[in-house]
């Protein structure tokens, strides 16, 4: 038999953390993840469950202690509880909260594991409902130690609990054949339940299809459209399912692309959490910019997270996770767990040496060679801040690849004799210009973006075409030429706005006409690849020039203009 996998170090302090100081939602959150690990398969080593199983004891007896945080400890305790440590404060919880239906259900479900499903033995549910005993029981015990012939239910008439009951143990892939009707499967009636009158029933019908993988897409019942239109909990449920298991691309990503704007954070939230389990090209042009806009912090958590955990499949998703470590502290954690068992764990852990907070977690090889790497004198430095805008309402641009292809064929320079760093913001406002050259100070602004004679277009707080004219943008730019030596236009109809710039900086590139995305993606690759050789600003010009030109796109390379 194969051994379990072992939860690591860092996800257990990190639990363990959460549960000793975190507030009723950090709490909560954790214990979540504890009954998501453990039904995934991952088990604690037997100090640690020690430690957590004593500390979820404790939350369960403290008086006020939240109705939330009580029914998911002992969620938890039906994954990780043992009689001889959690039956008399499990006991003491059900006794306190006598008459709160989902604590009774989770009690039940929790002792059901620990006494090998023989609730009826146990005294204090000697009064409870036989039929919502044994659908509680199903939820953590083996439906073989249950009798079950007495389960069926009518969905039109039962008890709205009863029916929660029942989604939970389908969700939980504990579910009987035709549970709810002899002649209706279980898909069927989880669809039919997506339209129940009842915002709690319509959470879990959802939740169901998430956790059981025997379901899917084709049996959710809720009407996704409009998203705005349902409840805030079922749009944090609805938000993670389509991320997580819609097939079809082009409709996950086009509600994904709405996500970060949906008003109530709960959504957000559930969209984030979908994504730990989600990445695909393209994707980053809308996480990086969501994650730039987003206020609120446990989904600024989960998103900081997601580009950890896919730092290996987007070189972007690394520079943004330490660019993130570094400048915001409470995303740290996340950053590390999410990071685990990439290369981009030991870079945070370097990080974390330099400010003094932690040991190093590494070979001394890499610690040798990154200080090696840094310390290499090099002959010049540029720094390229590239502002990319792609407005809800124009024409889809493939923004994120350029970025990302432009990046790796840097990383990829042998001997390079120049170091050139690459700042992107993304979804770029008119209102965030100023403070973006500000902070990054660049010798070179790349726009990345549409743009007509004369004209740029950035984006409005609703992620709306706002056109910027070419004097302003001249204007800007000479506000900046103490340290602006560059400026490339890399947008349709932009060879105007190129002309105004010109008179502040050495060299502009523009375009006048409309140019393809593969042609803008190959321009900017040899461009600032050509910098990085030692090339001057006119040579690599040239060469990214007969970059396009050596992919058969000749009439695109001669739209690109230098002034």
Known sequence: MALSPVVSNQQTAFIRFELDHGDARRRKKALQEVSRLYRGGFRFNAESL???ET??????????????????????LAQVGRRTFSDNPIKLALKHYEGDPEITAAGIAALASMYAGKVEEIDIFKNCDPSLRTLAALQNTNPKLLDLSGIRIDIDKADKEVLKLALITVGLNRDIDNLFHPKHNNGQIIKALGGYQDNIVMQYSVWAIIENHKLGISDLGVKTHPIDALAPNVQSKVMQLVAMREKDHDKRHSIILDGPYLPHPDAREGLAKGLLAVYYDGLEGITLDWSKQESVVYVRKLLAQHFARFSNACVLYEEEALKLFESDPMLREHLLLGAEG?????????????????????????????????????DRALKVLILSAA??????????????????????????????????????????????????KPQILHFSGHGETGVLYFEDRLGN???????????????????????????????????????????????????????????????????????????????????????????????????
């Open 50 to 52: 020690n430690a957590v």
């Open 55 to 76: 500390t979820i004891d404790g939350l369960l007896v403290q008086s006020n202690q939240d109705p939330k945080v009580v029914r998911w400890s002992l969620n938890a």
């Open 391 to 440: 407005p809800k309402d124009a024409n889809p641009l493939r923004l994120d690849e350029e970025a990302r292809d432009l990046k790796e064929k840097l990383r990829a320079v042998e001997n390079r004799k120049v170091v050139v760093t690459v700042a992107n913001e993304w979804a770029v406002r008119i209102d965030q210009i100023q403070d973006a050259l500000f902070n990054e």
């Open 342 to 378: 990439k290369p981009l764990y030991r870079k945070l852990k370097l990080q974390d040496l330099r400010h003094g907070t932690f040991d190093l977690f590494g070979g001394e090889d890499e610690f040798v060679s990154i200080l090696r790497q840094q310390s290499k004198p090099e």
């Open 465 to 563: 075409a706002a056109p910027v004219d070419a004097n302003a943008i001249a204007d800007l730019v000479s506000l900046h030429s103490d340290s602006i030596e560059c400026v490339v236009l890399s947008a349709c109809y932009s060879e105007d706005v190129a002309k105004a710039v010109k008179a502040h900086v050495k060299c502009v590139i523009g375009c006048d006409g409309s140019i393809n995305d593969d042609a803008a993606i190959a321009f900017s690759r040899a461009f600032y690849r050509a910098l990085a050789n030692g090339q001057e600003y006119e040579k690599a010009f040239r060469f990214a020039h007969n970059e396009i030109a050596l992919q058969r796109m000749r009439d695109e390379a001669d739209k690109y203009k230098f002034l």
